[in-house]
């Protein structure tokens, strides 16, 4: 708990305190400190330590392959149950293992980025300091330590947005496959850009979003039995920090989702809003769908991320909804981050299972130990 504390206490201070004309400076320093927090606090994070056994373990992995052509091969890397990772990122692997590195110096330079990319895609919007502190208070920068794949991905993915709003699809595709190449689930992303091609009207959207809220809320309406999840609103299972904090924070997904969709005559008119928006209602819509599969949250994670600009551009459907004429969006934007920080009070930061970062920490020495 202290680890993750002292990690969002010093990200304060350099938001606080750096300026536009050094950002990327700022970025690239603010990307080295996270990675370096994510890599040695991950160390009891199940998915985590499988990133490091399969590292040190590559050349057997490689030889379990040895005998198989090309297609079969790359098939065969997805689907093993030894590590079900894609090409791209067996290849990454074998790069800076074949490079001498260590496995906690790989997955620091995976993590760096993952970071820095998404810093670059936040510093593109106005109100970056607000996106920054909503960005290190919630799951978007813990969720790092297990889903390391995942989250690489959705920051390549989350640069590839600027291509829909110009629908230049050969760069935006290429970003998709390049994502893909990582986390097999990114290609998803590709519904983006022709659910963006069409204009869909707000009742539609809005029947769409309110079916998944009672999904949500009711899934044994559903004859389905998909077998992950279940039906989990039970007094035990809430009590489960993963599930738990996955029902509380669903809360202001839909609470935001709600807050654009009344006013979705308004962001329709304006190119990015508008193309953010529908990625976030795709991302809360499949969330919605968690009660009944656990994979339709791993699937709205490549949609949700664009929450942390939205939240910069809240001040939209505000002054929309409530009629208000106020030129200073700046301080709408801070007293709803605000707001939402202390009805979320930084649960990602302070819970103390067994999967929170810095629960247990990794070595110096571990750091260069082949």
């Not at 760069?171 to 689930?185: K, M, N, P, Q, R």
Request: aromatic residues 22%.
């Amino acid at each position: 708990m202290y680890w993750s504390i002292l990690l969002f206490l010093i990200s304060v201070l350099l938001i606080l305190f750096h300026e536009s004309k050094n950002l990327s400076i700022f970025k690239f320093f603010l990307s080295f400190i996270l990675s370096i927090f994510i890599v040695f606090g991950s160390k009891s994070m199940q998915d985590f330590s499988g990133y490091v056994d399969f590292y040190n373990n590559l050349d057997s992995f490689d030889t379990k392959f040895s005998g198989l052509n090309l297609v079969q091969r790359q098939i065969a890397l997805i689907t093993s149950s030894s590590g079900g990772f894609e090409p791209g990122f067996i290849y990454l692997n074998r790069i800076f293992f074949d490079l001498g590195f260590t496995a906690l110096q790989f997955l620091t330079f995976i993590t760096f980025f993952t970071n820095y990319f998404l810093l670059n895609f936040l510093s593109k919007y106005p109100r970056f300091t607000a996106s920054l502190f909503f960005l290190i208070s919630t799951q978007f920068f813990f969720q790092q330590g297990n889903l390391v794949r995942q989250m690489f991905a959705i920051s390549i993915l989350l640069n590839a947005i600027k291509y829909l709003y110009t629908r230049k699809l050969g760069l935006f595709a290429l970003l998709v496959i390049l994502a893909s190449s990582i986390h097999v689930g990114s290609m998803i992303f590709m519904s983006v850009y022709f659910f963006n091609s069409f204009y869909i009207k707000r009742v539609i959207l809005f029947i769409i979003w309110l079916c998944s809220v009672i999904i949500f809320y009711f899934p044994q309406l559903i004859p389905l039995d998909f077998g992950t999840f279940g039906i989990f609103f039970t007094k035990e299972l809430i009590k489960n920090d993963s599930v738990g904090d996955l029902v509380h924070f669903n809360f202001i997904y839909n609470f935001v989702c709600l807050l654009f969709l009344i006013s979705y005559e308004k962001i329709s008119s304006l190119k990015e809003e508008k193309v953010l928006f529908l990625i976030f209602f795709v991302g809360v819509c499949l969330g919605n769908l968690v009660s009944i599969s656990e994979w339709f949250y791993r699937i709205s994670l490549y949609f949700l991320p664009t929450l942390i600009i939205l939240l910069s551009k809240i001040y939209i459907p505000i002054k929309s909804i409530f009629r208000i004429n106020s030129k200073n969006n700046q301080i709408i934007v801070y007293s709803v981050v605000f707001l939402f920080l202390l009805f979320y009070p930084f649960r990602f930061v302070i819970f103390t299972n067994t999967t929170a970062i810095g629960k247990e920490v990794y070595s110096i020495s571990e750091f260069f130990r082949h």
